[in-house]
Nanobody
Framework: QLQLVESGGGLVQPGGSLRLSCAAS????????IGWFRQAPGKEREGVAC???????YYEHSVKGRVTISRDNAKNTVYLQMNTLKPEDTAVYYC?????????????????WGQGTQVTVSS
């Protein structure tokens, strides 16, 4: 059974940091592009970052410089390090495995999704 499980969300003050994890089972993350998305209440799901198997990374402009996506293929896990968090970063964060090795912004390009982890940035 193919599964993605996110963890690491929580409540953090503005300016703080969190590291989200996305652990895969049933398939090898290293063969696919892996994306992180987020969805705030009342808003559409948007891409945050993506990493393909060659190690190329892509970031949404509002998080560039504050967020880093990385892989540990030995642990079959992808991480999202988020620093200098802002209240507007508050959302449910999802990881997703792309249908191919291509990082795409559109959710249709991803066929396996985790259940999401809540990130709340508030003082």
């Amino acid at each position: 059974q193919l599964q993605l499980v996110e963890s690491g969300g929580g409540l953090v003050q503005p300016g703080g940091s969190l590291r989200l994890s996305c652990a895969a089972s049933g398939f090898t993350l290293g063969y696919r592009a892996i994306g992180w998305f987020r969805q705030a209440p009342g808003k559409e799901r948007e891409g945050v970052a993506c990493s393909n198997r060659a190690g190329s990374t892509y970031y949404e402009h509002s998080v560039k410089g504050r967020v880093t996506i990385s892989r540990d293929n030995a642990k079959n896990t992808v991480y999202l390090q988020m620093n200098t968090l802002k209240p507007e970063d508050t959302a449910v964060y999802y990881c997703a495995a792309a249908k191919s090795n291509s990082c795409e912004r559109d959710t249709w390009a991803y066929d396996y999704w985790g259940q999401g982890t809540q990130v709340t940035v508030s003082s």
